[in-house]
């Protein structure tokens, strides 16, 4: 290792077979696409799992050297990328979740339509700003414009866009946090890729929905604000501001969260003269009222959003059982997960950070000039902070518009350069007892005695450094890969589902409406749009649409179409079935009991989907 | 409607994001920073109208040719030159890779952000589009203008 020129090549052949490794995951993703599956552990190819763990190991050793930082990010960067892809790579429409409803709406902005709305429900009084902000317009803004930058689907440009955007950015965002918070370079460039391994940071940074995008400016955003907090400079605070707004106009759960840090960065801003007593006192009382935003806003939630009914119930804990509220608490939804890994694998990252955190804290505390102080403590109480919201939402409030489980994306972000700092100061310590070894003077009557345990203790160091712990932070990124990607799940849309949809599409010339289940409706959803008055599927939640498919079922009859029909002034109605959504004696059932004037429009290669017409006597 | 199949779009997405990474990979730090210098002083306003003239390319190719071949290398020539502007007006102060990775999302946010408005204003069928290229470029192009001149 003494000699550079060797030590350079030895690393640029490290960095070329890497980046071999991260080609070959991507070829066996691409292999692993399917027409049909449930979860993407289902389909993965059994080759992928151990050339990502050698990919990682090899990633590690190359961050933990003396290599340049941007080529550094640039690795991470390749891996980000190919973790959050899975579900764009594997499935033909992405996952079936919210990215899918999300499309659905980005849909009607690229083909330029007015949704056909069936139902006018009351609106709240603020409802007209809420349409404004929405984070689907700005989402749709971007990959409307991307989309057509490119030539490309919207469907393509669409699926890939948060898990590009979030493979780029938010291992930068995690450097520069890292780098605001006193972390040496080896330390940063590790707290990118530690990122990784926080499962629902992972989900999330795998579908394109607009609270993702949120997170995106949130993250970027957390840098600028620590940086003023330690500068208190004009440019920071722009900077904090602007990536907040955008967060705001992305997700209103990241622009509160956004909001509520900013505030408490503002608040906690020490005085000259100010008694210490009195900094703790508004210190407290800033976090009680910045931790008090987002509840309050969820309540408030109503006056600007339709079927918002969020209410505050303090008597929810005394029903539960005490390990309940501590499950609960500790892992959320996960607690009742069929593999126990999975909530461990939750909880480990921000409890190493927050032990970490008190352990530098206190630290700090003795040595009064440190300059980090005031960003670790701001980071510190940005995490209470998070940490306190999450278990308000779980324990006191009921009918929230989304899973309480999603603050943990942001007080993981703030956990990941403790974690990667935590790490790396084991990494030195390891390294420093290796030289202290190599310094201390042999005893000349002990010599071979000395020489032996010295080797032994060098080659154990030697082993610690670089197979355990590159193997330890590789193993638990690729496990916590299980937890982030689901492992129970239902069918996902499928190729032939999809098929269906563009058939009907390219065949039909008069408007038409589709009868069909809901998970159908999501494959319509992401090629023609949602409520898109030329080619109508009814929204997921609809009832209506939902009645109307039961009733199709049931007995399949052209009463139903022709109602379908004049509900949504179209001239042809589709009822799709398929096989693996409704069960082969449904299925089977439904096929034979079809009878005249319906007709036989579609049938999919391998005979698992159906799909019967009716066009109206007038038309 | 014409609906492209995505199933062959992820390889060639990747494959075309390599080519241009290798290529950023190859030119050494100095010939970077003299790029990012030659472009961020834009003299005569050459990679201004640059931009507007890929914007031109982007707009042909939407409404004849619709080839991701001819609209990737294009977009990103278009994101990296106007990356490059904001990039060094807002984050100056940091390593050139950072400058060109905020810059670029300082771009992206600033084209959906614009998209955004002429959403709320309008719509976004294809010329708006092309509307929000151009407007996305002339704000980045007088930003990057203003701070070399306040910069002297």
Same mark, same amino acid.
């Given at each position: 290792m003494d000699n550079p020129t060797h030590f350079s090549k030895q690393l640029r052949c490290g960095e070329v077979l890497y980046l071999i490794l991260i080609c070959v995951s991507f070829y066996l993703l691409v292999i692993s696409r399917t027409d049909e599956a449930r979860t993407v552990w289902e389909v993965l190819n059994p080759a992928f799992i151990p050339t990502l763990f050698t990919a990682t190991f090899l990633l590690i050793l190359i961050l933990l050297s003396s290599e340049k930082t941007?080529?550094?990010?640039?690795?991470?960067?390749?891996?980000?990328?190919?973790?959050?892809?899975?579900?764009?790579?594997?499935?033909?429409?992405?996952?079936?979740?919210?990215?899918?409803?999300?499309?659905?709406?980005?849909?009607?902005?690229?083909?330029?339509?007015?949704?056909?709305?069936?139902?006018?429900?009351?609106?709240?009084?603020?409802?007209?700003?809420? #349409?404004?902000?929405?984070?689907?317009h700005f989402q749709a803004a971007l990959s409307v414009t991307l989309a057509r930058m490119l030539s490309l689907d919207i469907l393509g440009v669409h699926l890939f866009l948060v898990p590009t955007l979030w493979g780029i950015f938010v291992p930068v965002a995690a450097f520069l946090t890292a780098r605001t918070l006193g972390g040496n370079d080896k330390a940063c460039a590790l707290a990118s890729l530690i990122i990784s391994v926080f499962?629902?940071?992972?989900?999330?940074?795998?579908?394109?929905?607009?609270?993702?995008?949120?997170?995106?400016?949130?993250?970027?955003?957390?840098?600028?604000?620590?940086r003023y907090v330690e500068s208190r400079d004009s440019k920071s605070l722009f900077l904090t501001l602007a990536f907040s707004f955008f967060s705001f106009l992305s997700h209103f759960l990241t622009g509160i969260m956004s909001l509520s840090l900013i505030l408490l960065a503002f608040m906690s801003k020490p005085y000259k003269g100010e008694k210490p007593t009195s900094l703790a006192t508004r210190l407290i009382v800033t976090f009680v009222f910045c931790a008090s935003l987002l509840p309050l806003s969820l309540v408030y939630f109503r006056f600007f959003r339709a079927n918002s009914s969020t209410t505050f119930n303090l008597e929810k804990p005394a029903g539960l059982p005490i390990q309940e509220i501590v499950g609960m608490s500790l892992f959320g939804d996960?607690?009742?997960?069929?593999?126990?890994?999975?909530?461990?694998?939750?909880?480990?990252?921000?409890?190493?950070?927050?032990?970490?955190?008190?352990?530098?804290?206190?630290?700090?505390?003795?040595?009064?000039?440190?300059?980090?102080?005031?960003?670790?403590?701001?980071?510190?109480?940005?995490?209470?902070?998070?940490?306190?919201?999450?278990?308000?939402?779980?324990?006191?409030?009921?009918?929230?518009?989304?899973?309480?489980?999603?603050?943990?994306?942001?007080?993981?972000?703030?956990?990941?350069?403790?974690?990667?700092?935590?790490?790396?100061?084991l990494v030195s310590q390891t390294k420093r007892l290796s030289h202290a070894e190599f310094l201390r003077p042999p005893s000349l009557n002990h010599l071979r005695t000395v020489i032996k345990t010295g080797a032994l203790r060098s080659l154990g160091i030697l082993i610690i450094l670089n197979i355990i712990i590159p193997s330890?932070?590789?193993?638990?990124?690729?496990?916590?890969?299980?937890?982030?990607?689901?492992?129970?799940?239902?069918?996902?849309?499928?190729?032939? #589902?999809?098929?269906?949809?563009?058939?009907?599409?390219?065949?039909?010339?008069?408007?038409?409406?589709?009868?069909?289940?809901?998970?159908?409706?999501y494959a319509g959803e992401v090629i023609v749009g949602i409520s898109n008055p030329s080619a109508y599927y009814f929204d997921e939640f609809s009832q209506l649409g939902h009645e109307l498919f039961t009733n199709m079922s049931r007995e399949p009859s052209p009463k139903w179409m022709l109602s379908a029909m004049n509900l949504t002034y179209t001239a042809v109605a589709y009822f799709i079935v398929s096989e693996p959504r409704i069960g082969a004696e449904e299925f089977n059932r439904i096929i034979t009991s079809v009878e005249e004037p319906l007709s036989l429009f579609y049938v999919s290669p391998n005979e698992k989907l159906y799909v019967f017409?009716?066009?109206?006597?007038?038309? | 409607m014409t609906v492209q199949s995505s199933r062959n779009l992820s390889p060639r997405i990747y494959a075309c994001a390599c080519t241009f990474v290798f290529t950023m990979m190859n030119l050494?730090?100095?010939?970077?920073?003299?790029?990012?210098?030659?472009?961020?002083?834009d003299e005569k306003l050459q990679y201004s109208l640059s931009s507007y003239f890929i914007v031109a390319v982007i707009f042909l190719n939407q409404s004849s040719f619709q080839s991701p071949i001819i609209g990737l290398p294009a977009s990103l020539v278009y994101v990296s030159i106007n990356a490059v502007f904001l990039g060094h007006v807002f984050f100056g102060s940091q390593e050139p890779f950072f400058r060109l990775i905020l810059g670029s999302l300082a771009f992206l946010t600033l084209l959906g952000f614009v998209g955004w408005i002429v959403l709320a204003i309008y719509s976004l069928d294809e010329v708006a589009s092309i509307l929000v290229l151009v407007i996305a470029a002339t704000v980045s192009s007088i930003i990057n203008r203003r701070m070399k001149h306040s910069d002297g």
């Open positions: 941007a080529h550094k990010l640039f690795l991470v960067i390749t891996i980000s990328i190919l973790l959050h892809s899975f579900f764009a790579i594997i499935f033909p429409a992405g996952d079936s979740s919210g990215q899918q409803i999300a499309l659905g709406r980005i849909r009607s902005v690229y083909d330029n339509f007015e949704p056909l709305t069936l139902t006018s429900p009351s609106k709240p009084l603020f409802s007209p700003l809420y #349409e404004i902000f929405r984070g689907d499962p629902y940071i992972t989900y999330f940074g795998a579908i394109s929905v607009p609270n993702s995008l949120g997170f995106i400016f949130f993250f970027s955003s957390f840098p600028f604000l620590l996960f607690a009742n997960s069929f593999n126990v890994l999975v909530p461990i694998l939750t909880v480990i990252g921000p409890t190493l950070a927050f032990l970490y955190m008190v352990y530098l804290l206190h630290k700090l505390c003795r040595n009064h000039e440190a300059r980090s102080k005031a960003t670790h403590t701001f980071a510190f109480l940005a995490f209470l902070m998070i940490s306190a919201d999450y278990l308000i939402l779980t324990l006191f409030m009921d009918e929230l518009p989304f899973n309480s489980e999603r603050l943990w994306v942001l007080r993981d972000f703030i956990a990941t350069p403790f974690v990667a700092q935590a790490i790396f100061q330890i932070i590789g193993g638990w990124l690729v496990l916590s890969l299980s937890a982030a990607y689901p492992q129970v799940a239902s069918l996902q849309t499928t190729q032939y #589902e999809l098929d269906a949809v563009k058939y009907i599409e390219g065949n039909t010339h008069e408007k038409y409406v589709v009868i069909c289940d809901v998970w159908t409706i017409s009716y066009s109206s006597p007038q038309s | 050494n730090r100095f010939e970077l920073l003299r790029l990012e210098r030659r472009i961020t002083s």
